[in-house]
T-cell receptor, first 112, second 113 residues
Framework: DAGITQSPRYKITETGRQVTLMCHQTWSHSYMFWYRQDLGHGLRLIYYSAAADITDKGEVPDGYVVSRSKTENFPLTLESATRSQTSVYFC???????????FGPGTRLTVL | LAKTTQPISMDSYEGQEVNITCSHNNIATNDYITWYQQFPSQGPRFIIQGYKTKVTNEVASLFIPADRKSSTLSLPRVSLSDTAVYYCLVGDLNSGGYQKVTFGTGTKLQVIP
């Protein structure tokens, strides 16, 4: 199916563990983004990517790592999860710098 | 950094027109204004985008005064299904990086029967 998907949809992990959230889009959009959403903070940009092998930090990048070896995939890794990283994570993509962003369904991550 | 300020929440009755205003005093020359809608447990969805004056599509209208320091999203004749959080974004990826574009906390619109 065309679109943008995220996996897993729900994840529970423990402090100190490594977790990878997956994002896949079928439109071949150049830009991809990772946001986290917490009560009282709205959506905050973690990392974004302008193309394969090009990534840059957003507003809250600490504790996260991204890669983009293929245009359609943009995984987000929490190298050593902390409780403060409990959040809902959204992936998005867009065709160009000013175009609409299309968001995935989100991943609800709980770090115990 | 073009920070945006919106009301935290608004209530409206079904069938009424709703206007949500966003302040962006530090908007830069190249910045565009974009509005998104988010329902619970879903990702945000694009509503409308504009640079100046007025933009209208099948869902909403966007009014931007000449000084561009604010913008107003207008939803005509809202229904219960318009209950959502509405985000105003200001920025331009071309002018220095997407890290300068932030969603903020949005306006929670509650439509009442």
């Amino acid at each position: 199916d065309a679109g943008i998907t995220q996996s897993p949809r729900y994840k529970i992990t423990e402090t100190g563990r490594q977790v990878t959230l997956m994002c896949h889009q079928t439109w071949s959009h150049s830009y991809m983004f990772w946001y986290r959403q917490d009560l009282g903070h709205g959506l905050r940009l973690i990392y974004y990517s302008a193309a394969a092998d090009i990534t840059d930090k957003g507003e809250v990048p600490d504790g996260y790592v991204v890669s983009r070896s293929k245009t359609e995939n943009f995984p987000l890794t929490l190298e050593s999860a902390t409780r403060s990283q409990t959040s809902v994570y959204f992936c998005a993509s867009s065709e160009n710098t000013r175009d609409t962003q299309y968001f995935g369904p989100g991943t609800r991550l709980t770090v115990l | 950094l073009a920070k945006t300020t919106q009301p935290i929440s608004m209530d409206s009755y079904e069938g009424q027109e709703v206007n949500i205003t966003c302040s962006h005093n530090n908007i830069a020359t190249n910045d565009y204004i974009t509005w998104y809608q988010q329902f619970p447990s879903q990702g945000p969805r694009f509503i409308i985008q504009g640079y100046k004056t007025k933009v209208t599509n099948e869902v909403a209208s966007l009014f931007i005064p000449a000084d561009r320091k604010s913008s107003t999203l207008s939803l005509p004749r809202v229904s219960l299904s318009d209950t959502a959080v509405y985000y105003c974004l200001v920025g331009d990826l071309n002018s220095g990086g997407y890290q300068k574009v932030t969603f903020g906390t949005g306006t929670k619109l509650q439509v009442i029967p």
